[in-house]
T-cell receptor, first 112, second 115 residues
Framework: TQLLEQSPQFLSIQEGENLTVYCNSS?????LQWYRQEPGEGPVLLVT?????EVKKLKRLTFQFGDARKDSSLHITAAQPGDTGLYLC????????????FGQGTILTVHP | NAGVMQNPRHLVRRRGQEARLRCSPM?????VYWYRQLPEEGLKFMVY????????ESGMPKERFSAEFPKEGPSILRIQQVVRGDSAAYFC?????????????FGPGTRLTVL
């Protein structure tokens, strides 16, 4: 059984601060997705990374896939209140076609 | 370009009734996935379907739950004789094809409440 450990579970910071969310596993994933979920809505895809060591940037968000494809991180620079939400990482294993394994999520609150 | 559509958005059922949740994938997508999000828990995979075929149902409870994706029309997740423990948010996702990136796009979910 593949597991994804996401940390921290809760993060409360002030506007302008930087933060990093981690997603770790003992298993290798063929791809790693990051989603953001608002209350009462479905997860919205932020990025997909597929290559070990890959780094992708989306405005103030930087995503990294570990060299061994077992871990990933999401870094937000100069957080804003609009970044508040639930962030989820999800791993695809390639051979387990279609089955994404999700982390528990990180609830981020950015205070003005 | 419409995204994944789910209905109803909210569903209330009494214990013992049946719940039917519908999902229309994004245009051009032929792969559908169902996930369940229980209170205070993460998203858990339930089932993966292609048109008229169940590919992987390893996450489905053995009893009372079934899913289909007919040739025409939306995918349906059916829960018979619901119990309070079935109360959760059920999400449908779709993808264009089986791909190495595994990218899936999610619908807004159906919140099921069992009284």
């Amino acid at each position: 059984t593949q597991l994804l450990e996401q940390s921290p579970q809760f993060l409360s910071i002030q506007e302008g601060e930087n933060l990093t969310v981690y997603c770790n596993s003992s298993s290798v994933f063929s791809s790693l997705q990051w989603y953001r979920q608002e209350p009462g809505e479905g997860p919205v895809l932020l990025v997909t990374v597929v290559t070990g060591g890959e780094v992708k940037k989306l405005k103030r968000l930087t995503f990294q896939f570990g060299d061994a494809r077992k871990d990933s991180s999401l870094h937000i620079t100069a957080a804003q209140p609009g970044d508040t939400g639930l962030y989820l990482c999800a791993g695809g294993a390639g051979t387990s076609y279609g089955k994404l394994t999700f982390g528990q999520g990180t609830i981020l609150t950015v205070h003005p | 370009n419409a995204g994944v559509m789910q209905n109803p958005r909210h569903l209330v059922r009494r214990r013992g009734q049946e719940a039917r949740l519908r999902c229309s994938p994004m245009k051009g997508h032929s792969h559908v996935y169902w996930y369940r999000q229980l209170p205070e828990e993460g998203l858990k995979f339930m089932v993966y379907l292609q048109k008229e075929n169940i590919i992987d149902e390893s996450g489905m409870p053995k009893e009372r739950f079934s899913a289909e994706f007919p040739k025409e029309g939306p995918s349906i997740l059916r829960i018979q004789q619901v119990v309070r423990g079935d109360s959760a948010a059920y999400f449908c996702a779709s993808s264009m094809a089986l791909s190495f990136t595994d990218t899936q796009y999610f619908g807004p979910g159906t919140r099921l409440t069992v009284l």
